[in-house]
């Protein structure tokens, strides 16, 4: 807006430049009529064109005047001019040569003017457009998507199949309005999808507008509260009046946690009145709506906790659909929605990258598979290819390769026994996530990695699996304690030492692995405090004996993971030299390696 302003007002004051100049010749001198008179019997003018009031002439010496005669009526004039020799041009006085040039005198105010009204306009404009001002703060920001221009389905989203049938039925409650108040349906009013970032919520509410074909209403919960009290209320108040002249039609608010948090939870502040205010207002309309009146309010948020009990009650939010990260078969489903859109070697195998992409959103996914694309573009290549879709897997997961990182030869092959000694205890240990790929390229801030990935997604683990887990994270530090000698450890092992740790206190605090201390909670301060008032969860001894119990399970797995390496020293070693010269191993050369060979790129 400010930039806009100065543009105009460099305009006009070229304008007013212009115009102020437009009838004068930076050569033409202003005469008065007194002084012209003085200089024709001075016998100092050449020629005169008189059209009416207005007199152009020339000096002797090649100057131009320029006069205006008082009156019209100066016979006497014409005579001096001719006794003085004076050439004398006459022209038709035109009747509306006052007017016209009142009119390009006055033609830098109308502009000053336009232009106010044209600034003016702007202030008017719907918030619905690209610009507004003071006028339209109460309006709302809500952007319109017409059903024309919505084009996503429910073939556009996968991965979250539980979702998509929960809001079938507002699909079909959108398309056929009157059959479903012949009955006396009572159809939600409002949905709050809940989930993690980039699990769909936002493409899921798009494909339900876009199955139903009907009006599409979206904005975030931030853009209802600005610092002015009372905004916030008005523009609720005017984007639902919106969306009822367009019913049956979608709101769809995201983040409403932004504007939606529970009442009272923090006390003073104008900005906090301001928020409730809002929220206020989005109750009172929500729950006003008549029933069955075609518009449906679709929100998410991925903090659900926080939001106010009066906006999760029937009536407003009657449902919640959860949206959770995608299983093996969702991500393998929307690696293929994405791959569709590019071209594609026949070695491409999308359930390969599902297997190795656990916990990851489908925004990550789509992101694997543009990383792929860019990378092939920058490789000039026609077809997007498997080794793409694994450098941008592991690019997305493990961080950047840092090959610009210098190490000396005994680093480099410190880190590769390290990370052999993860892999090997890995492979050996019972009921462990089979192993993937092994590397020593530094990523992010590792200088190796070893990456372990299961077929299937798990959702629990089992006592075994938990301590073949601490025992595999125990194998870089034992590796580099057998062939550099206790001094010779080094700092890489404390990112495993702290996961190890973490699971030993979780085994014991939290999921009753101990046998001794039994399946108790010992972490639930808040239900430690609640049981009598001798609170005897948190006493010294219990602690001490807690303790004594995580360093148990340390010690034991340690001790495991010690005794297979010292037996497998010489795979051990291999699979040092392998990473030393390749770099990077995958599971077929380690299993050339575990039969003691060495393995071929």
């Known amino acids: 807006m400010a930039k806009n302003l100065s543009n105009w007002l460099i305009i006009i004051a070229i304008l007013l430049t212009i115009f102020n100049n437009i009838s004068i010749d930076s050569n033409t001198q202003i005469l008065s009529y007194s002084k012209f008179v003085q200089q024709i019997h001075k016998n100092k003018i050449r020629n005169v064109i008189i059209d009416g009031y207005f007199i152009n002439g020339e000096h002797k010496d090649g100057s131009k005047f320029k006069t205006i005669r008082p009156t019209i009526e100066d016979p006497s004039l014409i005579d001096d001019l001719l006794n003085h020799n004076v050439s004398i041009e006459g022209r038709e006085p035109n009747k509306t040569s006052i007017w016209s040039r009142l009119l390009i005198s006055s033609f830098p105010i109308l502009i000053i003017i336009a232009v106010l009204l044209f600034f003016m306009r702007q202030m008017q404009i ?3 457009g690209k610009k507004g001002g003071p006028i339209i703060f109460g309006k709302s920001k809500a952007k319109l998507i017409s059903k024309d221009q919505i084009k996503i389905t429910f073939r556009d989203v996968a991965g979250c199949d539980e979702a998509k049938s929960e809001v079938e039925e ?11 108040k012949k009955l006396g349906v009572k159809i939600p009013k409002g949905v709050l999808m809940i989930g993690p970032p980039g699990t769909g919520k936002t493409l899921l509410a798009k494909a339900i507008a876009g199955e139903a074909k009907v009006p599409f209403f979206t904005i975030s919960g931030s853009e209802f509260v600005e610092m002015f009290v009372g ?225 299937l997604d798990r959702y629990c683990y089992s006592r075994k699996q938990v301590l073949s887990k601490i025992c595999s994270l125990f194998g870089g530090r034992i590796a580099e304690e057998l062939t550099q000698g206790f001094n010779g ?103 050339k390696i575990m039969q003691g060979k060495f393995p071929s790129q």
């Open 170 to 180: 507002l699909v079909s409650f959108l398309k056929d309005i009157k059959k479903f």
């Open 231 to 455: 905004v916030g209320a008005s523009r609720v108040r005017d984007m639902f009046m919106k969306a009822k002249t367009k019913a049956p039609c979608i709101i769809f608010i995201d983040e409403i946690d932004a504007v939606g948090r529970t009442r009272g939870s923090n006390i003073g502040g104008g900005g906090h009145d301001e928020r409730e205010q809002t929220l206020n207002q989005l109750l009172v309309e929500m729950d006003g709506f008549e029933s069955n009146n075609g518009t449906i309010v679709i929100a998410a948020t991925n903090r659900p906790d926080v939001l106010d009990k009066a906006l999760l009650r029937p009536g407003r939010f009657d449902r919640k659909v959860n949206i959770n990260l995608p299983d093996i078969i969702g991500r393998e489903n929307i690696l293929n929605i994405h791959l569709r859109k590019i071209p594609l070697s026949d070695d491409v195998e999308p359930k390969l990258i599902a297997m190795g992409t656990p916990g990851c959103s489908g925004a990550e996914l789509a992101n694997i598979v543009n990383e792929a694309a860019i990378l092939a573009a920058k490789c000039k290549l026609k077809l997007v290819s498997m080794y793409e879709l694994e450098k941008a897997k592991d690019k997305i997961i493990m961080g950047n390769e840092r090959r610009s990182m210098v190490m000396s030869e005994q680093e480099k092959r410190n880190t590769a026994y390290h990370e052999a000694g993860h892999a090997l205890i890995g492979l050996l240990m019972p009921e462990h996530d089979p192993i993937y790929k092994v590397t020593i390229i530094p990523r992010g801030q590792a200088l190796g990695v070893t990456m372990f990935l299961p077929k």
């Open 126 to 128: 719907n918030v619905g």
């Open 489 to 591: 450890i080094t700092t890489g092992a404390s990112n495993d030492i702290k996961c190890a740790t973490e699971i030993a206190h979780n085994m014991v605090y939290k999921w009753g692995f101990s046998s001794k201390m039994g399946p108790i909670m010992y972490d639930d301060y808040k239900l430690n405090n609640q049981i009598n008032n001798k609170n005897f969860l948190n006493s010294v001894k219990t602690f001490a004996k807690l303790d004594k119990e995580i360093i148990k399970i340390i010690d034991a797995c340690y001790l495991k993971s010690y005794s297979i390496i010292k037996k497998n020293i010489d795979k051990l070693d291999l699979m040092a030299e392998a990473l030393f010269f390749y770099e990077t191993i995958n599971i077929k050369q380690i299993k």
